[in-house]
């Protein structure tokens, strides 16, 4: 439990006088809770972390790191009981913000982007090159290497937290052996170095005109490929493909290596490492995002698909590896993950889905809609005539007009989600969900998704919306509107 009073002995230490105000910040992806403390003109950063070794690996980085005249934020106090600290206050201005900013216009590359990005690639070969012969790797946590065992964490960390949540099929013990050859070709051979584990855009703030370096305590000794891979493939910095190449090609020249085979050997294992980090973010945010509910992290997971889309046939997998490459063709092909849309109109996802295997998660942050229970009408689907047909089919229609109460409970439906509609469209909102769910998804479901998305359709088709009808188990999909 944090005692915020702690972070207020320790401002009142190192200013003199006592914090007029202490402000929570954003929580990140670990369970640190940081705070920005400010009185007479002097701020500071206040952390608590609950994981004490955690906390001694990222004081000593912060020493190694100054002493090597990498630029990240001054260390001022730590409590005695090492779990609170106060450190220099760098700003809210991320790479990341910045490139928020021009997504925002429309714009994912330009000459001020490369200049960050390369700035941020020359700072990656410092680090690495500096930091490596001098850093005591024993006293990393929880890993003092990227080896074997950190490997096929990161890679069972993907299935369990992300593979399995999706119910995503799979040969268990041929991905296991998969697993074993892949992690193996990644950590024997090659060059070994410092890797700060998540170098990426949000852990990249502009402070005075320079790059300052933030959340470094994961590093360990490891692959050069690895924090390249993070910077350029993070999901929501959506770098084009031909501005990924020329970075990494830069990276190869002010790392020295001019040699076309070493050049060729670094790309190789480039993609490999690379296939290794998509699938651990998706693990990441599988945890963070589904299972936590921390919102950034449930945003980035469209991105992060459509990441592993593009470079999945870069990876080189598919014959040496191919119950990995079939998995993630899989997890390409996910049915209810909505792209982000910029087109400025409203998005209904009418869908139906069976009680059983569970309704579809809303992954656009917006907390989904309107879940209608469909089980109160009389089941078709316990006639033998109307077994394998859906609520798509004209005899199942007529079933449930003549025989139940399906249409005046779509008719109630409707006049609910129409409020929410009108709202939704005068206040600018982006998504809105609407689902019906019943025992298996195929019959009284399907019926009552089908008849209110043409409700909708015919209402509103003079309207900004976009109407998508999403039939969960039957695998169907077509757009309305």
């Known amino acids: 439990m944090c005692d915020e009073t702690v972070l207020k002995q320790l401002f009142r230490k190192k200013f003199g006088f006592e914090a007029e105000t202490l402000l929570p910040l954003r929580q990140s992806g670990s369970n640190r809770k940081y705070y920005r403390l400010n009185s007479q003109g002097q701020t500071a950063i206040g952390t608590y972390g609950c994981d004490i070794h955690e906390n001694r690996v990222f004081f000593y980085m912060n020493s190694l790191m100054q002493k090597q005249g990498i630029k990240v934020p001054l260390l001022y106090l730590m409590s005695d009981c090492e779990h609170y600290y106060l450190q220099e206050d760098i700003g809210d201005v991320s790479l990341f913000s910045v490139l928020s900013q021009y997504h925002s216009d429309g714009v994912f590359y330009n000459t001020e982007i490369e200049r960050f990005f390369r700035a941020a690639i020359e700072n990656l070969v410092r680090i690495q090159q500096s930091l490596t012969p001098v850093t005591d790797f024993s006293k990393c946590y929880p890993y003092s290497e990227f080896g074997m065992e950190s490997v096929l964490f990161d890679m069972r960390y993907f299935v369990f937290y992300f593979a399995k949540i999706f119910d995503i099929g799979f ?9 074993q050859t892949f992690a193996g070709s990644i950590v024997t051979s090659g060059d070994r170095c410092f890797m700060y584990r998540d170098f990426q855009s949000r852990n ?26 993070s910077l350029l493939y993070q999901a929501k910095a959506l770098l084009p493909e031909q501005n990924r190449r020329e970075l990494l090609e ?54 992060a698909i459509d990441n592993l889309s593009t470079m999945l ?34 998005q209904v996802l009418v869908y139906s889905f069976s009680y059983k295997k569970g309704a579809p998660r809303d992954y656009s942050g917006n907390g989904g809609g309107f879940q209608f229970d469909c089980r109160g009408i009389n089941n078709p ?29 779509v ?71």
């Open 171 to 179: 040969n268990e013990m041929a991905l296991e052996k998969e697993f």
């Open 204 to 229: 990249i703030f502009i402070h005075h005109n320079a790059l300052c370096f933030i959340d470094y305590q994961g590093a360990r000794l490891g692959v050069p490929q690895y924090d390249l891979a």
């Open 250 to 303: 830069y990276y190869l020249d002010v790392a020295g290596l001019s040699a076309d085979s070493k050049r060729s050997e670094f790309r190789l294992k480039f993609y490999r490492v690379l296939c290794l980090r998509m699938m651990q973010t998706l693990g990441a945010y599988g945890l963070r995002g589904i299972i936590e509910q921390k919102a950034h992290f449930l945003q980035s997971i469209p991105a």
């Open 313 to 346: 046939p870069l990876f080189g997998i598919e014959r040496d590896f191919p119950e990995m490459h079939n998995l993630l063709m899989r997890v390409c092909a996910i049915d209810g993950i909505e792209r982000g849309h910029q087109n400025g109109k409203l």
């Open 381 to 409: 689907g316990k006639h033998e005539a109307f077994a394998m047909l859906t609520g798509m089919d004209s005899e199942v229609q007529d079933y449930l007009k003549r025989n139940t109460n399906a249409d005046n409970f």
């Open 411 to 481: 008719e109630l439906a409707f006049e609910m989600v129409k409020h929410n509609i009108d709202t939704y469209l005068n206040r600018g909102f982006s998504r809105l969900m609407i689902g019906f769910g019943c025992t298996g998804g195929r019959h009284r479901s399907v019926y009552c998704a089908e008849q209110l998305a043409a409700g909708i359709a015919q209402k509103y088709s003079t309207s900004n919306i976009e109407l998508v009808l999403w039939h969960k188990e039957q695998h169907k999909r077509r757009q309305l509107l």
